[in-house]
């Protein structure tokens, strides 16, 4: 192939437009990855964000489960938990059975159960309350992520965020560029014709068109992805699928393997502040019991033994975890043996600088809007310290003025 310019590739179809697409959405196949050395290294005591997006609408009643509450068995008679079946937390509540590893960590104080989290005048539709959640504007929409407009303000650095997975979550795409996004596995190698007439995108032209310089500038956080993570994945080859994206939206191979992809990429020094990965399968209309542990169960082997596996590594103290998910569920159970679309929910934070505890007040089982459980944390005061403590920025330009630090971060 002749060496093409950057403005003849930018109007060619066919394979070349398709690759030009995806290097602008920030998209990094295994095969791209060369070996090179790691150059410039997290320094120990960076803290490191895992966000961890539970899709579906996690129903918080069945993950810390109210146990004493006698509003519970009389809302859910046929799938309600005892105190015997949970681990006990305090204050009438118990974690889900599956989630034993969790329940450790709470014995430890390294985690955090931030109660009733929601946004005012929730939305029931799966894919407008997690937009909400993942551009953390409940009152219109907007096009970026609270992650993205990070990115946006703290320079072009593609390494600062990588989610885990060919495709990238809102939350994690800006105004002016986006998180990378690393798939597991491996795609084909380009020809090195191909190769090489791709590399005149990386140049730039004072006469660019903006579209032309954002190609340009996302081709060049590409080939600093590429050298940064070279040393880190050559070689990891598509894992098994555990079943954590089974029934919704999630990550592209198990939620384990996605973690095992971070912890690797971490005690490497992988220049990465925040990750993100992904667990579908929560949207428990029918059966709900049996299918949420099933669900949490995944989730809890995932992220307790990815904190295990990064307790002996320096960097392994400066981790913190975070999941969510898009609502929580209605209180009553309906004719299936499930719960339908609610509000409020659960969220859990993890990690050696977390304060373990209880934050935020237990919505009430009786004092309902419409049958769902009034919020008592808004989602952004959570985020707002996730961004001053582990993120190290100011929350105010991401996601506006919130309520005072709850206090879950040492």
Not at 222 to 240: H, I, K, L, N, Q
Request: net charge negative; proline share 7%.
């Amino acid at each position: 192939m002749n060496v093409v310019t950057r403005r003849r590739f930018l109007v060619a179809s066919g394979t070349a437009g398709v690759a030009a697409a995806a290097v602008a959405a920030g998209y990094v196949s295994w095969s791209e990855l060369q070996h090179k050395a790691i150059a410039d290294p997290l320094a120990t005591g960076t803290p490191i964000l895992v966000i961890v997006t539970l899709y579906g609408g996690n129903d918080g009643l069945g993950a810390v489960i109210p146990y004493a509450d006698p509003a519970y068995r009389a809302a859910r008679p046929d799938f309600a938990y005892s105190e015997a079946e949970v681990h006990p937390l305090g204050d009438g509540l118990g974690l889900n059975p599956a989630m034993t590893g969790m329940a450790t960590l709470w014995s430890n104080k390294q985690l955090a159960i931030i109660r009733g989290v929601g946004y005012p005048n929730p939305d029931h539709s799966h894919f407008r309350s997690m937009d909400i959640w993942q551009s953390a504007s409940p009152a219109a929409p907007v096009n970026t992520g609270w992650i993205g407009r990070w990115l946006d303000l703290s320079g072009d650095d593609p390494t600062r965020a990588v989610n885990i997975g060919s495709v990238l979550p809102p939350l994690a795409v800006g105004a002016k560029g986006a998180a990378a996004a690393l798939p597991l596995g491996r795609s084909a190698t380009l020809p090195v014709s191909l190769a090489n007439a791709f590399s005149a995108l990386a140049k730039s032209d004072p006469v660019d068109t903006p579209f032309q310089a954002m190609v340009a500038a996302s081709y060049r956080s590409e080939r600093t992805v590429d050298a940064t993570f070279a040393g880190v994945v050559d070689g990891v080859d598509e894992p098994a699928d555990d079943g954590s994206a089974a029934g919704s939206a999630g990550g592209q191979s198990g939620l384990s393997a996605q973690f095992d992809m971070v912890a690797r990429c971490i005690k490497a020094g992988v220049p990465t502040t925040v990750y993100t990965v992904s667990l579908g399968g929560f949207d428990t209309h029918a059966d709900e019991k049996g299918t949420q542990q099933t669900q949490l169960g995944l989730l809890d082997t995932a992220l307790t033994g990815f904190l295990g596996q990064l307790s002996a590594d320096p960097r392994g103290r400066d981790v913190v975890v975070m999941a969510y998910s898009e609502f929580g569920r209605r209180v009553g159970a309906n004719a299936s043996n499930g719960t339908d679309h609610g509000t409020a929910g659960p969220m859990f934070v993890a990690g050696v600088p977390v304060n373990g505890g209880f934050y935020g007040d237990q919505p009430s089982l009786t004092d309902l809007v419409d049958a769902d459980l009034k919020s008592t944390v808004d989602f952004r005061t959570v985020y707002a310290e996730l961004l001053a403590k582990v993120i190290r920025t100011d929350p105010q330009p991401i996601v506006g003025g919130t309520a005072a630090p709850l206090g879950f971060l040492l």
